[in-house]
């Protein structure tokens, strides 16, 4: 505090002996920094968060709630509330980790965001990507991890499934609620879903049945 960290309640808040921070970071109650985490200058760790063995960069934002553990996020990136950044994650500059994102061992890149209810383990993302909600990196297989790579300035529609080991070019698309199995060339648009299926009057049909005494 004497060298310019504003810790809003002192009594609740854990600071390693091995751990350094910058000024004009402010730390929110009930923060927890441990083991010899690198926190920057002009940084927010807002209430209810743990960070282990980890370096931030400066001006980096922590929402409500953060697990982050042996980690490098670099400068003016957003994580949070409630993501959990496991080991071997990196996240580059103004990239976005947002609601209950879960992060293992991948690479986020410059500008792109993860913003909600998403998992990314064993994967490179490249810079300006966004990603859907509720996507899911299927990394493993039952017996072995597999990488996934998506190039730069990709869009990933919500609720798709990347089964790796997947590449997706750069400037691709995919369409949401696609499983995707196979490489997608550069600037494609990728559908991997099953056709649909309407039956006129059936849902009619069935309340009916179902009513009957």
Sequence with gaps: MEAGVTCLDPATTHVSALATIGRDTVLY?????EGSTE?????TVHSGCRIRDSRLGNRVTVLDGCVILESEIADEAAIG???HLRPESRIRRKAKVGNF??????????????PHLTYVGDATIGDRVNIGAGTIFCNYDGFAKHQTVIEDEV???????LVAPVRIGRGAMVAAGSTITQEVAPDAL?????????KEGRAAVIRRARTKP
Excluded at 101 to 112: A, D, F, M, P
Excluded at 155 to 161: L, P, Y
Excluded at 190 to 198: I, L
């Design 29 to 33: 109650p009930q923060v927890q920094i």
């Design 39 to 43: 926190i920057g200058e002009g940084c």
């Design 81 to 83: 509330p409630y993501a």
């Design 101 to 114: 994102v879960e992060i293992k061992k991948s690479l986020i890149g410059e500008g792109s965001k993860v």
């Design 155 to 161: 869009f990933i529609g919500s609720n798709a499934n």
């Design 190 to 198: 990728a559908f991997g879903r099953a056709q649909q299926v309407n």
